[in-house]
């Protein structure tokens, strides 16, 4: 079964809308103003969406957005959200996602595709430790 990832449309807004209230659930946070960030994605651009899609159906979304790097004098893409059905992990959903967004820096001249997750999220990681290599650095939340 072939995984295509395309630009999310607006024929996959509700089915967007159960992935990322499953990612939410995953993360046990409550899910943002969806309405809100379906604006960002569709309106505002500021953040794009990309879905994976298998046998005509969205299984997986991932989010990512530019960013400047002044040190390197260059910018990135910053995946905010990776999420794939859990009935379709082990499908090639996800890896298939992260290889769009790589060819998408090549496309874009991105010196890099950072994110982060659960240091205890050890399936996502797996995938993550095969595709791309893990940082040394700390993140830190401050609250306005």
Do not use: K
Request: with cysteine; aromatic share 12%.
């Amino acid at each position: 079964m072939a995984v295509v990832v395309r630009p999310a449309a607006a024929r996959d807004r509700e089915r967007w809308v159960e992935l990322y209230r499953g990612y939410a659930a995953f993360y046990e946070v409550p899910p943002p103003d969806l309405d809100q960030l379906w604006h960002r994605i569709t309106e505002l651009g500021d953040l794009e969406c990309f879905v994976a899609e298998q046998d005509g159906e969205v299984v997986g979304i991932a989010h990512v957005r530019e960013f400047a790097r002044p040190l390197e004098g260059d910018w990135g893409g910053f995946l905010d959200d990776l999420f794939v059905d859990p009935a379709r992990r082990g499908s090639g959903a996800g890896e298939a996602l992260l290889e769009h967004l790589r060819a998408l820096a090549r496309e874009r001249g991105w010196g890099v595709v950072t994110w982060i997750t659960g240091a205890d999220n050890a399936v996502a990681r797996r995938l993550y430790d095969r595709l791309a290599e893990v940082q040394p650095w700390v993140t830190y939340d401050m609250t306005p």
